[in-house]
């Protein structure tokens, strides 16, 4: 069994209920009132926490108008990463009101810091876990500074090679880090199910040894349901209120119906992945009834024999088990048989 970590009192890792996660990003659009609707509605979708972004446009990136500093091959072909981000980025004085919203509402909140500024922001908020974005997988010095918290990692792997993550994991744990969740991630925005490649679920909790779940930003709810049934311990979702309300991310984020529907399927999916078991379940006892068994299908007169015209395996079950019809052949009956009668061993001889 792979490795459990602990958030707020939830265990997550095999054999616990999938840990879900509304990750709110830009979609608030600056507005404080609708971050608050976004983690109500959230709450009633079915999440267990949601995640905020704690950033400024100066913490991530400058302001230059040179090309290396223009966005391509996006949704925000275009734009300067420092108009983007100044645009997208979770006023840091909204952050602890948020989190009193969300525990209120018996839910975590938590967050994705880019520098280390951040981390002592919200180190003082008393977040109980931190998420480490997939573009700052390779950001060796955050990665550290966030594992000498102590408290528990979620690091999405997107783009990262294997070297790359077994280099942020060891950072991770020579930092004392020693809770630890990867997540599979594609960072396509949004991104196509035919690209996800789920199978990576198993083989990464094997391969680190660590719970291992699914940041997925393609608008299909089944791509969670399977990463489930592989293994998948925690589903993180960007959500919005509306995805007719622009904003930077909206266009990749599940609206409250979806997301609920996403919780739904992901349960039921646990519920009926059970475990290894063969044989006739609690429900299927009524059913044993209508297997097949053997039936004496004409009327039989005592010391007649018995053949394929008058002994037939059909259903219900209640006669003898349809292995013995060869014993049974050219055998005698043992007293008049009605058409209709269940073979049983008390009528041949």
């Known amino acids: 069994m792979t490795p459990v970590i602990e958030i707020a009192g939830h265990r997550i890792g095999s054999g616990y209920p999938a840990y879900v996660i509304a990750e709110m990003s830009a979609n608030h659009n600056q507005d404080f009132s609708q971050a608050v609707r976004i983690i109500r509605a959230a709450k009633e979708a079915g999440a267990d926490a949601v995640k905020l972004q704690t950033y400024t446009a100066d913490t991530l990136t400058i302001d230059s108008d040179q090309p290396y500093f223009r966005v391509s091959g996006t949704l925000w072909d275009g734009r300067t990463l420092y108009d983007l981000y100044g645009e997208a980025f979770t006023p840091w004085e909204w952050q602890s009101k948020l989190k009193q919203v969300a525990n209120d509402l018996g839910m975590d909140l938590f967050s994705t810091p880019f520098d280390d500024t951040a981390v002592d922001f919200l180190e003082a908020m008393g ?10 997988n390779v950001d060796i010095g955050l990665i ?13 792997t997107g783009m990262a090679t294997l070297a790359e993550i077994d280099e942020a994991v060891t950072a ?42 699914l940041s997925d930003h393609t608008l299909d709810v089944a791509v969670p349901v399977a990463a489930v049934t592989l293994g998948a311990s925690i589903i993180e979702k960007h959500f919005t209120l509306s995805r007719a309300e622009p904003g930077p991310d909206s266009a990749f984020s599940l609206e409250p119906h979806e997301f609920r529907q996403m ?10 992945m059970g475990r290894v078991y063969y044989g006739v379940s ?12 053997l039936f004496v299908v004409r009327d039989m007169q005592a010391g007649e024999a018995f053949t394929l015209e008058n ?12 292995r013995h019809l060869d014993e049974v052949l050219g055998r005698r009956a043992a007293s008049d048989i009605m058409r209709g009668t269940p073979l049983r061993w008390e009528l041949v001889r």
């Open 127 to 136: 977040v109980p876990a931190y998420k480490i974005a997939s573009f700052e």
């Open 144 to 156: 550290r500074r966030v594992a000498r918290t102590g408290k528990p990692v979620i690091m999405s």
């Open 172 to 213: 991770i744990r020579e930092a004392g880090g020693s809770q630890l969740a990867l997540l599979k991630c594609t960072s396509a925005y949004p991104a196509l199910p035919q690209d996800m490649n789920l199978r990576t679920i198993p083989h990464l909790s094997e391969a680190f040894g660590v719970p291992v779940g």
């Open 263 to 272: 919780v739904d399927a992901v349960r039921v999916a646990e519920q009926a």
């Open 282 to 293: 609690e429900q299927e006892a009524s059913s044993r009834v209508f297997r097949r068994s």
């Open 311 to 322: 002994v037939r395996s059909i259903r219900p079950g209640y006669g003898l088990h349809t």
